[in-house]
Antibody, heavy 119, light 111 residues
Framework: EVQLAQSGAEVKKPGESLKISCKTSGYSFTTYWIGWVRQMPGKGLEWMGIIYPGDSDARYRPSFQGQITFSVDKSTNTAYLQWSSLKASDTAMYYC????????????WGQGALVTVSS | QSVLTQPPSASGTPGQRVTISCSGSSSNIGSNSVNWYQQLPGTAPKLLVYSNNQRPSGVPDRFSGSKSGTSASLAISGLQSEDEADYYCAAWDNSLNGRYVFGTGTKVTVL
């Protein structure tokens, strides 16, 4: 069974760094792209970008470029999303999702990780 | 802001048919397939329809998708109370070095 299990909720202060995780199981981690989707409070879904665990090729939405970093650990089948300096506007729910093989849709999703940034 | 436009809300009584529209452009829906996601309250999105009209295993055939030109639609027939959720269309957009775009979302209410 394909599963994506995300790390828990985080409360951080502006300027702090953060790395959230998405641990996958039930499929070949290195052969499917993993995407990250942001959902700000009360708002819709926003694609942040994708990473290919096989070679760590990452594509970022232009508005997120330079603000976030995707990474993977092939030894633990885990994908990561990190910030070096959080802002209050980063407060949101973040979802990881597996991209369908050879397709653009996301067929399996993590449960989400709530990130709250407040002074 | 999203480049795929959906009506903010739709509603129907149990058993009715509800249709949700999704309007895009030549760089997204016009040249790529459309996907639909259902987000129940307080939960992660779930893939409902992919490649315009394909349903993943386990999705009831009450849900059907279609596409024509630069628009798409999702139909829910035999509406049930558990269908009350937010629905998002999505497609790859070829502009700006490529990106995946979601629609603005439609809240479906079962009256």
């Amino acid at each position: 069974e394909v599963q994506l299990a995300q790390s828990g909720a985080e409360v951080k202060k502006p300027g702090e760094s953060l790395k959230i995780s998405c641990k996958t199981s039930g499929y070949s981690f290195t052969t499917y792209w993993i995407g990250w989707v942001r959902q700000m409070p009360g708002k819709g879904l926003e694609w942040m970008g994708i990473i290919y665990p096989g070679d760590s090729d990452a594509r970022y939405r232009p508005s997120f470029q330079g603000q976030i970093t995707f990474s993977v650990d092939k030894s633990t089948n885990t994908a990561y999303l990190q910030w070096s300096s959080l802002k209050a506007s980063d407060t949101a729910m973040y979802y990881c999702a597996r991209q369908g093989f050879g397709e653009y849709h996301f067929d399996y999703w993590g449960q989400g990780a709530l990130v709250t940034v407040s002074s | 802001q999203s480049v795929l436009t959906q009506p903010p809300s739709a509603s129907g009584t149990p058993g009715q048919r509800v249709t949700i529209s999704c309007s895009g452009s030549s760089s997204n829906i016009g040249s790529n397939s459309v996907n639909w996601y259902q987000q129940l309250p307080g939960t992660a999105p779930k893939l409902l329809v992919y490649s315009n009209n394909q349903r993943p295993s386990g999705v009831p055939d009450r849900f059907s998708g279609s596409k024509s030109g630069t628009s798409a639609s999702l139909a829910i027939s035999g509406l049930q109370s558990e269908d009350e959720a937010d629905y998002y269309c999505a497609a790859w957009d070829n502009s700006l070095n490529g990106r995946y775009v979601f629609g603005t979302g439609t809240k479906v209410t079962v009256l």
